[in-house]
């Protein structure tokens, strides 16, 4: 198998991060509207699946499987979340990310509560009191500004995505370059190798033809005595 074939599936997945991050940094709500829809159904189709086949196991004579059947009717009502949630993306990531804001800013206070509670004791506290103030001061971003925020966090994810996709390509470049030179190398190892053993051969086939050419003469000669 040649190296691009090994590497097709690694540069598909990259184009298609990239892609997705072009999407979302030009239109992200209609991309997160079209990505609640498709997990949405796919969820909704797998936890139907999942149910009728735990019904019609019941109905052969068998106890219905408890664990399959609520692991479905879970599958189900998420589907059914992301499904309508595909048609208010907005209102659902302004709400996600003020959530997030409220346990941020929760937890920036108990790191600070916790740094200062570890002043006395000879621990360096300065790094946990910066984590903690920036904690705090994401979630007050996050809590108080949430559309802005939202905004921000598609921006910053959308980058991240192009930027990780294209460090990835060219990764997969130099790997692909590296594994050419060291697949001609180990070419050329083997034909020097081969090459070496024939002549090895050669040499030793000529040698013993020259050992029974020199025993046939004096074979002759003590035939003749």
Partial sequence: MSTFKRLLPIIILCVLEAVAGILILTNGEGFFSVLFMIIGIFLLVVGLITLIRSLLGGRKGGSIPMAPMIAS????????FFTAASG???PFMVAFTMVAGCFMLVNGIFKLIQAFALRGEGVPIGFLIFDAILTILLGIVMAFYPFGATLAKWTIIGVMMIVSAVIDLISM????NKLKN???????VRANAVGNDAKETVAAE???VQTESTEAPADNKDNQK
């Fill in 73 to 80: 009717l879970f599958m189900i009502g998420f589907g059914a």
């Fill in 182 to 188: 060291t697949t001609v190398a180990v070419v050329e």
């Fill in 88 to 90: 208010a993306v907005i």
């Fill in 206 to 208: 000529g040698k013993e």
């Fill in 173 to 176: 470049i130099v790997l692909a």
